[in-house]
């Protein structure tokens, strides 16, 4: 038994011996190498090079083509059989693949050409090695081809390799990032630079801030933000060869998007008000505290009756994050300059608006603007234009007619443009007692409507943040509308911004929502 193995491994040394030394012998028969490869090239599948752009991830899957450049003293040859083996991260992946390349043409050299099709994972290395080809020499014969044989093809009119190449991929600086925790704003950075020239030695220069100063050299950098907020970070990465940059804005969490609308006050009176309109990111709910001049604090989302002066709010989200704001109370001289009065008043179901200007300027103009519930979601209801110069008081009114008839809180403010100037009035509340109490859960008004423009709003349940619904709109001639839209923050729509206005006549509008649906028939009278 000892003797039978000692034989079959003596037969497996010679033949390994016999191998390796018919490759020597045939790699060092080409003693001419007037065709060599100067390189190969790994491109996306519609053969065009990889961009610093492309958004691909480490180890994302890749089909795509095995491109070569030959050069050489001649190009007098064609028919060009090309054998190699395929090295994947170091590891023979293929063997003794075959190619005919320039099949009935004459070779062409410092020109790149397509090899195959090929696949591999976004940040693997390839390389070609075991290079040997033959050409046939002389002028190139029409409708002719490679005969692909196995490498005993061997005259001087070839060339070989041992070694090989690296297909290349342009430089790709690329990074990700992630937070060392809630409420962090330590952030550890991660390399996932690929590509450019071998031996890939990177070198690399972070600008955290965006101020033209180095602040790491680190391929993994940790930093350590000053604040929440947006960040560009720009990373360079130099191969020795090529240098390369790249620009990418991160969130620094928690960010908080905090936005209000103020009021000012009036001069010697406490009438100021600061609502907080919405909260963005971090994790709700949101807990509110204030503090301001003369000892005010309060740990209200809105706050009203505010004297002039600095006020500072700090929102805490559910996981305790943090994040403080200040803002300003000025007081509202303007109003005392420009506004004289503004009364606001129910009657008959409609609401009266008067206001009275200490003086005017030529092509003033009146927009008044209304909101339900409270005062952060005014919008436009009306205009009227300015009576031309005056330096005496001048009286204007405005009658509002399109409010549903349930509300009871409905909040008034005028805005006075003139060119580029805009002053607002105080904002006036009026508190109805209301009648009459909608059945279903959503409203439409104002119903007929004259101008064609309607609201619609949700006024009974729970609808979320983001929850999308339904609006199909039909009217008897050609008037056919079918939109998805996403619930906001005030769950209310203006009907003529999504779907148009409406056309005169009678227009069915079906909303759907969750497993419900409601219907309307809306009136257009002219």
């Not at 350590?224 to 191969?239: A, E, H, K, Q």
Request: glycine share 8%.
């Amino acid at each position: 038994m000892r003797r039978y193995i000692n034989i079959k491994s003596f037969i497996l040394i010679t033949l390994i011996s016999i191998s390796t030394a018919f490759s020597a012998v045939l790699f060092a028969q080409c003693s001419q190498n007037n065709i060599v490869v100067t390189g190969y090239q790994l491109r996306n599948q519609s053969g065009q090079v990889f961009s610093v752009t492309d958004n691909y991830q480490l180890g994302q899957p890749i089909s795509g083509e095995l491109w070569v450049n030959f050069g050489g003293s001649t190009t007098n040859g064609y028919n060009l059989t090309m054998y190699y083996d395929v090295f994947i991260n170091g590891n023979q992946s293929s063997n003794d693949q075959v190619d005919c390349i320039f099949s009935g043409t004459q070779i062409q050299q410092n020109v790149w050409t397509k090899v195959r099709n090929i696949s591999w994972n976004w940040g693997d290395v390839i390389q070609i090695r075991d290079i040997f080809m033959y050409w046939e020499t002389g002028t190139a014969k029409p409708n002719t081809t490679c005969n692909i044989v196995l490498k005993n093809n061997v005259n001087a009119q070839c060339y070989s390799n041992p070694e090989g190449f690296t297909a290349a991929v342009p430089l790709f600086p690329k990074f990700n990032f992630a937070s060392n925790g809630i409420c962090k704003t330590s952030i550890q950075f991660t390399s996932q630079t690929i590509g450019g020239t071998p031996p890939y030695n990177y070198s690399y220069s972070w600008d955290f801030n965006n101020d033209g100063i180095i602040d790491s050299n680190l391929a993994n950098p940790l930093y350590n933000f000053p604040s929440t907020g947006t960040y560009p970070i720009r990373m360079t990465v130099n191969d020795g060869t090529s240098i390369t940059t790249i620009t990418k804005n991160i969130f620094i969490d928690p960010n908080f998007g905090i936005q209000v609308n103020i009021f000012p006050t009036k001069v010697n009176g406490n009438t100021g008000i600061i609502y907080v309109q919405s909260v963005t990111g971090g994790t709700a709910p949101y807990s509110y505290s204030w503090v301001g001049p003369n000892g005010f604090t309060s740990t209200s989302k809105d706050i009203y009756n505010l004297a002039d002066g600095l006020y500072r709010l700090t929102v805490t989200d559910l996981n305790g994050c943090t994040q403080t704001v200040e803002y300003i109370m000025d007081v509202a001289s303007v109003l005392e300059i420009y506004w004289k009065a503004v009364e606001v008043k129910e009657s008959r179901a409609k609401v009266g608006i008067n206001w009275q200007m200490n003086s005017e300027k030529e092509g003033s103009v009146y927009v008044i603007e209304r909101s339900f519930g409270n005062a952060s979601s005014f919008y436009e209801i009306g205009e009227v234009n300015g009576k031309g110069n005056s330096q005496d008081p001048v009286d204007y009114s405005f009658s509002d007619e399109t409010f549903p008839m349930f509300e009871d809180l409905i909040y008034y403010r005028i805005v006075h443009i003139s060119g580029d100037t805009k002053t607002y009035s105080e904002v006036k509340m009026v508190k109805r007692d209301p009648e009459v109490k909608p059945d279903g859960n959503w409203i439409v008004y104002p119903n007929p409507s004259r101008d064609g423009n309607v609201n619609l709003k949700f006024i009974n349940g729970n609808l979320a943040f983001g929850e999308k619904i339904q609006i199909q709109a039909i009217n008897g001639g050609n008037f056919v509308k079918n939109i998805e839209v996403v619930i906001g923050y005030d769950d209310a729509f203006m009907l003529d911004q999504l779907i148009g206005q409406l056309p005169s006549g009678l227009t069915l509008l079906r909303i759907q929502w969750k497993n419900h649906s409601e219907s309307f028939k809306l009136i257009r009278s002219e």
